[in-house]
């Protein structure tokens, strides 16, 4: 039993270091201090990085001459910042406890600040989804003093692009940072209050279901750190801000690596004209690191995959069953076979055509003993041609 946790244990860390974004040797450089609590970097191609500082309700911009400037004050102590597809800067206001717009003019016009008439909480992070919506998360904290809270729920909602707005879920305590994954088919929330990732199907572009754990953030200390900003990359890691560092998760819920900061980061976000420059905004300063092969979502999923690719099994090891993860760029013939250590099939779970997008099989095997089993996809993608992988699972009984 020793001997096989310790090849359990060889298994995944060779996974897992093999699949980090993070260069070896890389490590952040501060670029700036001297804030209060800066928050929600977002890149501005011609401008430079933009964040916001709540406690000075400012919005900087820091350029690649190393220039601070102003770019917006006061802000309503803005949080988290993002851009819709007009190019227009959607920020949420804690003071006013808002979600609101900046007009290409410059004008602020609010979006939502109320529901059934009870102003917002503290309304925290936001993106925007590639028909236009926006989604947001509304925690507790933050709530400016002498006034009061209004809701009795702490929620994640959307704005249509019509400007409908909708809650979806209140079953968190602090929901926080938002993402969505790559094909904007599932939507990611951490919850502060106990430092979990959690992941909805979107269902008709903008209702929640099936709520489910996605990962646990470990390392936190009440009431002192807890996890922040989420962004997701073109490879579909989860970049989480949390205790002591940026936590990298992998697509099935695979922790890829931790970049490490000497202060806690509160939100994270891609920059430089290439998207390869993680900007990190913590305690009172700002960081970056380039990262290897990856860049930020344009249109939040809107990308569809470039390539044929043959994720890790999640969970893994498993009992009683486990998904297995993979993408086509075009319409393909496609055959997923399961294998013991020895070669010999023992069963075969695709064969047959398959459409482009982001594909999830379930393996759930009711006779085959524990072990170490293989997992082989092959794939006829027409003018990309053939490709053919293979990764290994644990079954453990």
């Not at 994720?311 to 009992?319: E, M």
């Amino acid at each position: 039993m020793i001997k096989f946790y310790c090849l359990l244990l060889l298994l995944v860390t060779s996974v897992v270091l093999a699949q980090s974004p993070v260069p070896t040797g890389a490590v952040p450089e501060k670029v700036a201090t001297g804030f209060q609590q800066p928050e929600g970097p977002v890149w501005k191609d011609g401008a430079g990085l933009l964040f916001s500082d709540i406690q000075r309700s400012t919005i900087y911009r820091w350029s690649q001459t190393d220039s601070i400037t102003t770019f917006l004050h006061p802000s309503d102590s803005s949080n988290g910042l993002t851009f819709d597809r007009q190019g227009r800067l959607i920020l949420t206001q804690m003071l006013s406890r808002r979600v609101a717009r900046q007009e290409l003019n410059g004008t602020i016009t609010p979006l939502a600040s109320t529901y059934n008439g009870k102003k917002f909480n503290s309304p925290n992070d936001v993106i925007v989804k590639s028909d236009g919506s926006i989604f947001f998360t509304d925690p507790d904290f933050n709530i400016p003093v002498f006034q009061k809270k209004e809701l009795t729920f702490q929620g994640i909602y959307s704005i249509s692009p019509f400007g409908t707005l909708s809650l979806l879920d209140s079953s968190l305590n602090k929901p926080n940072g938002i993402c969505f994954s790559l094909d904007e088919k599932m939507l990611f929330v951490n919850e502060s209050a106990l430092d979990k990732i959690y992941v909805w199907d979107v269902l008709n572009d903008s209702t929640l279901a099936n709520k489910r754990l996605f990962y646990t953030i470990p390392g936190a200390r009440p009431n002192t750190d807890y996890v922040d900003g989420m962004k997701v990359d073109t490879a579909g890691n989860i970049y989480c801000t949390g205790p002591t560092g940026v936590w990298i998760i992998s697509p099935t819920g695979v922790l890829l690596g931790k970049i490490a900061l000497l202060e806690t980061p509160s939100n994270c976000n891609w920059g430089d004209a290439d998207r390869k420059t993680l900007y990190m905004t913590a305690g009172k300063s700002l960081y970056r690191i380039r990262l290897a092969d990856v860049t930020d979502v344009k249109g939040q999923g809107s990308l569809p995959p470039k390539t044929i690719e043959l994720y890790g099994n999640y969970p893994n090891p498993f009992n009683p069953a486990t998904t297995i993860y993979f993408q086509l760029p075009l319409e393909s013939r496609v055959v997923l076979n399961i294998y013991d250590i020895l070669g010999r099939k023992i069963d075969t779970l695709i064969d047959g055509t398959l459409q482009p997008g982001y594909h999830d099989v379930q393996f759930n095997p009711k006779e085959i003993g524990s072990g170490i089993y293989l997992y082989r996809l092959t794939a006829d993608a027409g003018e990309i041609g053939m490709y053919s992988a293979t990764r290994k699972m644990i079954l453990v009984k």
